[in-house]
C-alpha cells in the first residue's frame, strides 16, 4: 500500500517536473518572439529616420545644383548595383518576392543566405544610399524583408526544427515590418494573410499578430501616435459624387495594371541587343538607368526622385496641385529604377503615383471633395499594382485616418482589381517570386531539389494566383 502511494506521488512529481520544463520552454520562446517584434520596430523606425535624412540631403544637393544629379545618380545606381550583385546576392528588388519565396522554398539552408542579417543590413543601407542619390523608390518593401530576416534569426537563436513555426516566425516578421513601417497594425495582419500567406495554419497564427502589435507599439514610442499621411475628414457620399469610384477604379487599374505588366516582363528578359548588354553589362545599364533618371528629375523639377511622399503628402491636404505630367514622369522613373536592379521597394511610390492620378482627375469632378478623389485614386492605383484590394483598402484608410470613407475606398480598390486583372492576368509579387525561386534553383546546388524527389522544390505561385482569380 504504502509502495503504491509512494509510486503515485513520484510520478506526480515527475508529471509537474516535466510540465515545468514544458512551461518555462513555452516562455522562453514567447518572449524570444516578442523581443524580435520589438526590434523589428526598433529597425523599422531607425530605417524611416535614415530614409528621410537621405531625402533631406538629396533636397539641399538639387537646391544647391539641379545638374549635379546628372552625374550622381549614374554613378550612384552603378555603385550600388555592382555592390549588390558582388558581395549582396538576394538584396536587389523590393524584398516582398523573396519574403514571399521563403514561405515556398524547401532547403531552409537557401532561406538562411536570403534572410540573413548580412542582406538584412545591405537592404536597409543600400536602399538609404539608392533615396540619397535619387532613385524612385521606397522603404517599406525592404522593411519586410528585413522583418522577415530579424524573426527568423531569432528563430534560428531558438533551434526551431518545425517548419510551420518557422515559416510562421518569418510570416510575422513581414507583417510586422509593414505594421511599422505605415504605423498601420491592421494592415500588417491584413497584407500577411492576403499577400505573404495561403494557408489556413499560418492565417490564424498568434505569432504573427503578437509581433504585429509588438512592432506596431515600439514605433508608436519611439515616434509617437503619427499617421503617414495625417488625418483626413473628407467622405464620399453615395450618389453623384460615385463618378470618382468608377473613374478612379478605371484609370487606376489600368495604369496599375500596366505597371506591373511591364515589371513582369522586364524581369523574364529583354530579347535583343538590349537584353544582351542588360545580361552582359548589368552595372554599365544601371549607370544608363541613373542617366535617364536625372533627366526625368530636371524635366520633373526634382518631383520624380525618391518616395514621392512630400509630393503625396501636399497633393493629399491641397497645398499643391501637379499636372498629369508628375504621375507620369513618376511612374516612369519608379520602372527606371526597379529595372536597375538596385534594392528599393514599390509602396511609397505608388502610392505617391496614385495621389497624382487623383490629383488630376478630382480637377474634372468639381462635385466631389478634392481630398477624397486623391484617396480613391492612390487606393486604385495600389491595388492595380500589388493586386491585394484589402490590403490597399486598409493601409489607405489607416494611412489618413479616415474611416468615413472606407465603403468608397474599397469599392474602388476592387474594381481597380478587376481591371488589372485583365491587362496583367499575375499578381506582381507572386510573378517576381516565381522569377526569383527560379534563378535561385539555377544557381543552387542539387541538395535544394531533394527535399521533394517527386515534385519541384517549391510550389509554383503563379497556377495559384491563377487559382485565386
Given at each position: 500500500?504504502?509502495?503504491?502511494?509512494?509510486?503515485?506521488?513520484?510520478?506526480?512529481?515527475?508529471?509537474?517536473?516535466?510540465?515545468?520544463?514544458?512551461?518555462?520552454?513555452?516562455?522562453?520562446?514567447?518572449?524570444?518572439?516578442?523581443?524580435?517584434?520589438?526590434?523589428?520596430?526598433?529597425?523599422?523606425?531607425?530605417?524611416?529616420?535614415?530614409?528621410?535624412?537621405?531625402?533631406?540631403?538629396?533636397?539641399?544637393?538639387?537646391?544647391?545644383?539641379?545638374?549635379?544629379?546628372?552625374?550622381?545618380?549614374?554613378?550612384?545606381?552603378?555603385?550600388?548595383?555592382?555592390?549588390?550583385?558582388?558581395?549582396?546576392?538576394?538584396?536587389?528588388?523590393?524584398?516582398?518576392?523573396?519574403?514571399?519565396?521563403?514561405?515556398?522554398?524547401?532547403?531552409?539552408?537557401?532561406?538562411?543566405?536570403?534572410?540573413?542579417?548580412?542582406?538584412?543590413?545591405?537592404?536597409?543601407?543600400?536602399?538609404?544610399?539608392?533615396?540619397?542619390?535619387?532613385?524612385?523608390?521606397?522603404?517599406?518593401?525592404?522593411?519586410?524583408?528585413?522583418?522577415?530576416?530579424?524573426?527568423?534569426?531569432?528563430?534560428?537563436?531558438?533551434?526551431?526544427?518545425?517548419?510551420?513555426?518557422?515559416?510562421?516566425?518569418?510570416?510575422?516578421?513581414?507583417?510586422?515590418?509593414?505594421?511599422?513601417?505605415?504605423?498601420?497594425?491592421?494592415?500588417?495582419?491584413?497584407?500577411?494573410?492576403?499577400?505573404l500567406s495561403h494557408s489556413f495554419e499560418q492565417r490564424t497564427s498568434g505569432t504573427m499578430l503578437t509581433g504585429v502589435v509588438l512592432s506596431g507599439v515600439t514605433a508608436i514610442a519611439l515616434v509617437g501616435?503619427?499617421?503617414?499621411?495625417?488625418?483626413?475628414?473628407?467622405?464620399?457620399?453615395?450618389?453623384?459624387?460615385?463618378?470618382?469610384?468608377?473613374?478612379?477604379?478605371?484609370?487606376?487599374?489600368?495604369?496599375?495594371?500596366?505597371?506591373?505588366?511591364?515589371?513582369?516582363?522586364?524581369?523574364?528578359?529583354?530579347?535583343?541587343?538590349?537584353?544582351?548588354?542588360?545580361?552582359?553589362?548589368?552595372?554599365?545599364?544601371?549607370?544608363?538607368?541613373?542617366?535617364?533618371?536625372?533627366?526625368?528629375?530636371?524635366?520633373?523639377?526634382?518631383?520624380?526622385?525618391?518616395?514621392?511622399?512630400?509630393?503625396?503628402?501636399?497633393?493629399?491636404?491641397?497645398?499643391?496641385?501637379?499636372?498629369?505630367?508628375?504621375?507620369?514622369?513618376?511612374?516612369?522613373?519608379?520602372?527606371?529604377?526597379?529595372?536597375?536592379?538596385?534594392?528599393?521597394?514599390?509602396?511609397?511610390?505608388?502610392?505617391?503615383?496614385?495621389?497624382?492620378?487623383?490629383?488630376?482627375?478630382?480637377?474634372?469632378?468639381?462635385?466631389?471633395?478634392?481630398?477624397?478623389?486623391?484617396?480613391?485614386?492612390?487606393?486604385?492605383?495600389?491595388?492595380?499594382?500589388?493586386?491585394?484590394?484589402?490590403?490597399a483598402t486598409v493601409i489607405v484608410m489607416e494611412m489618413c485616418d479616415n474611416q468615413q470613407v472606407t465603403l468608397a475606398l474599397m469599392a474602388t480598390s476592387f474594381l481597380a482589381f478587376g481591371v488589372s486583372?485583365?491587362?496583367?492576368?499575375?499578381?506582381?509579387?507572386?510573378?517576381?517570386?516565381?522569377?526569383?525561386?527560379?534563378?535561385?534553383?539555377?544557381?543552387?546546388?542539387?541538395?535544394?531539389?531533394?527535399?521533394?524527389?517527386?515534385?519541384?522544390?517549391?510550389?509554383?505561385?503563379?497556377?495559384?494566383?491563377?487559382?485565386?482569380?
Open positions: 500500500m504504502r509502495a503504491s502511494t509512494a509510486l503515485r506521488q513520484s510520478n506526480r512529481i515527475q508529471h509537474l517536473r516535466r510540465s515545468a520544463r514544458v512551461t518555462t520552454g513555452q516562455w522562453r520562446r514567447t518572449l524570444t518572439y516578442w523581443l524580435g517584434a520589438i526590434l523589428v520596430g526598433v529597425v523599422a523606425v531607425s530605417f524611416a529616420e535614415a530614409a528621410d535624412w537621405a531625402a533631406r540631403a538629396r533636397g539641399r544637393l538639387v537646391h544647391w545644383n539641379p545638374y549635379v544629379m546628372l552625374v550622381i545618380i549614374p554613378a550612384g545606381l552603378a555603385l550600388s548595383t555592382w555592390l549588390t550583385r558582388r558581395f549582396f546576392k538576394g538584396a536587389q528588388g523590393s524584398g516582398i518576392p523573396q519574403t514571399i519565396a521563403t514561405l515556398h522554398i524547401a532547403d531552409f539552408r537557401l532561406i538562411d543566405r536570403v534572410l540573413s542579417t548580412k542582406i538584412a543590413f545591405a537592404k536597409i543601407v543600400l536602399t538609404t544610399f539608392g533615396l540619397l542619390v535619387g532613385a524612385s523608390i521606397g522603404r517599406e518593401g525592404p522593411t519586410v524583408q528585413v522583418g522577415a530576416s530579424v524573426m527568423h534569426a531569432f528563430s534560428r537563436l531558438l533551434g526551431t526544427s518545425n517548419v510551420t513555426a518557422r515559416r510562421g516566425a518569418i510570416l510575422a516578421g513581414g507583417a510586422a515590418g509593414v505594421s511599422a513601417a505605415f504605423n498601420t497594425p491592421l494592415a500588417g495582419v491584413v497584407f500577411a494573410i492576403e499577400e501616435n503619427y499617421t503617414y499621411f495625417g488625418h483626413t475628414d473628407v467622405d464620399v457620399p453615395i450618389g453623384t459624387a460615385w463618378i470618382a469610384v468608377l473613374t478612379c477604379g478605371i484609370v487606376g487599374g489600368v495604369t496599375g495594371g500596366s505597371f506591373s505588366a511591364i515589371l513582369i516582363r522586364a524581369s523574364k528578359g529583354i530579347p535583343g541587343a538590349v537584353g544582351r548588354f542588360i545580361a552582359q553589362r548589368p552595372v554599365a545599364f544601371a549607370a544608363c538607368c541613373g542617366l535617364a533618371l536625372a533627366i526625368l528629375g530636371l524635366i520633373s523639377h526634382g518631383a520624380s526622385y525618391g518616395t514621392g511622399y512630400a509630393q503625396a503628402r501636399a497633393i493629399i491636404d491641397g497645398s499643391e496641385h501637379y499636372p498629369a505630367s508628375f504621375f507620369i514622369l513618376k511612374f516612369l522613373a519608379t520602372i527606371i529604377s526597379y529595372c536597375s536592379g538596385i534594392p528599393g521597394g514599390l509602396f511609397a511610390p505608388s502610392l505617391s503615383i496614385g495621389a497624382g492620378i487623383g490629383g488630376w482627375i478630382e480637377q474634372y469632378l468639381p462635385h466631389t471633395t478634392p481630398g477624397a478623389v486623391v484617396l480613391l485614386g492612390m487606393v486604385a492605383y495600389f491595388s492595380a499594382v500589388v493586386q491585394a484590394p484589402l490590403t486583372r485583365m491587362i496583367c492576368s499575375h499578381a506582381l509579387y507572386g510573378a517576381l517570386a516565381d522569377r526569383f525561386m527560379e534563378a535561385t534553383q539555377k544557381a543552387s546546388p542539387p541538395p535544394f531539389t531533394k527535399t521533394t524527389p517527386t515534385a519541384p522544390a517549391t510550389e509554383t505561385l503563379l497556377a495559384r494566383e491563377e487559382t485565386k482569380s
